[in-house]
Each structure stands twice: as C-alpha cells, then as structure tokens.
C-alpha cells in the first residue's frame, strides 16, 4: 500500500518566523511531489511542485526534496496569519498518467 | 476564464435517493477525476477518467457511478448504495502532472 505520511499538527508559529511542514513517502520509484493549501472549506490550491532533489523557492515558499530519505518538506519563510490552512502533501503514482496520493494534511497556524 | 466549475456547492440527499454532482472544465484537459474528502482525513480517490468514454475505478468507487460523455464533463452520481455519503466532493483535471481542483460539493444526508 503506498502511503504519504505528514504531521497532523497543528503546527503553531508566531508571525514573521519560519513554517516548517515535513511528509514522506512509502513509494521508492515516485517522481512528482506537490503542496497544496487548503482553507477550511475551500478546495486545495496547488502551491508547489517539486521534481528534482533540492530546492526550489518560490516567493515565500521553498519546496525541498530529497528522494534517498523519501522526505519532501515545506518551508513558509516570514509567515503571515494569511498562511493558516492545512497543507496537504501529494506524490504521484508511477505508471498512472497523473494520478495522486495524498497525505492527511498538517494544519498551520499563524499567531498575530 | 479558465477553470473547472462544480455545481451545486451544497446538497442535501434524503435516504435512499440517487444524486449527481456535476463537474466540467474548460482547460482542455485529458485527465478528471473525483474525490472525496472527509473531515480530518485526505483526499481518497473515486473515479477517474484520462480520456472520453473511459474511466476507472479508484480506492473506493462502491456506491459511486460516472460516466465521460464528453471531454468538458465528468458528472459522478452517488446512489443510495453509499451507505455514508455525507462528505465533501472534490473533482479535479490534470495537465502533465500538475492536478488541478474544483471549489467542491458538500453532499449531506438528511
């Protein structure tokens, strides 16, 4: 059964300091990895897609990757009270042509 | 605008009654597919379509129907088979690899 596992949270930091939110995955051979936000009641927004080991930034958001550790984490630099949403992790199914699996989601919340 | 509309956004369902949520898109994409999303949970799969008058089963199609007419459409009925339907429903198209969502159907059952 491939799995994508995150921290419920929630996962409480003051404005203006870092977010961190972590997921990793059972699935050896995956090669796409998503973040998406998700308000409570709204639909999930794809924020980051990450394919390569390493970094990418973007804005506030750096998506990093390391596919030795099957570990893909999420940094939120300079958190504003905007950015509380649950943040939901998603990796791909090799072979599928697009399918996703997702992780439960970590709830973040920013603190004025 | 470009985009993938669902509709109603809310619905309420008596027992034993059949109901369908629509979803369409205009992004001209291949690939739809229905999830379900239940509180504190994720997203677990229904159906999926990657092309017109295809589709498939996913992790938990029992009590679900869909049906691909069209490119555009990709409507999922959920019968009174489904015996906890009271969730919410979101569909969602691929490009390459990026999914994207639909603003959802909270289904209840009255």
């Known amino acids: 059964q491939k799995e994508v596992e995150q921290n419920s949270g929630p996962l409480s930091v003051p404005e203006g300091a870092i977010a961190s939110l972590n997921c990793t995955y059972s699935d050896r051979v995956s090669q796409s990895f998503f973040w998406y936000r998700q308000y409570s009641g709204k639909s999930p927004e794809l924020i980051m897609s990450?394919?390569?080991?390493g970094d990418k930034e973007d804005g506030r958001f750096t998506a990093q990757l390391n596919k030795a550790s099957q570990y893909v984490s999420l940094l939120i630099r300079d958190s504003q009270p905007s950015d509380s949403a649950t943040y939901l992790c998603?990796?791909?199914?090799?072979?599928?042509?697009?399918?996703?699996?997702f992780g439960k989601g970590t709830k973040l919340s920013v603190k004025p | 605008d470009g985009g993938i509309t669902q509709s109603p956004k809310y619905l309420f369902r008596k027992e034993g009654q059949n109901v369908t949520l629509s979803c369409e898109q205009n992004l001209n994409h291949d690939a739809m597919y229905w999830y379900r999303q239940d509180p504190g949970q994720g997203l677990r799969l229904i159906y999926y379509?990657?092309?017109?008058?295809?589709?498939q089963k996913g992790d938990i199609a029992e009590g679900y129907s869909v049906s691909r007419e069209k490119k555009e459409s990709f409507p999922l009925t959920v019968t009174s088979a489904q015996k906890n339907p009271t969730a919410f429903y979101l569909c969602a198209s691929n490009t390459y690899n990026e999914q994207f969502f639909g603003p959802g159907t909270r289904l209840t059952v009255l």
């Open positions: 379509s990657q092309i017109v008058n295809d589709f």
């Open positions: 998603a990796v791909n199914v090799m072979g599928s042509q697009g399918n996703l699996i």
């Open positions: 990450i394919y390569s080991n």
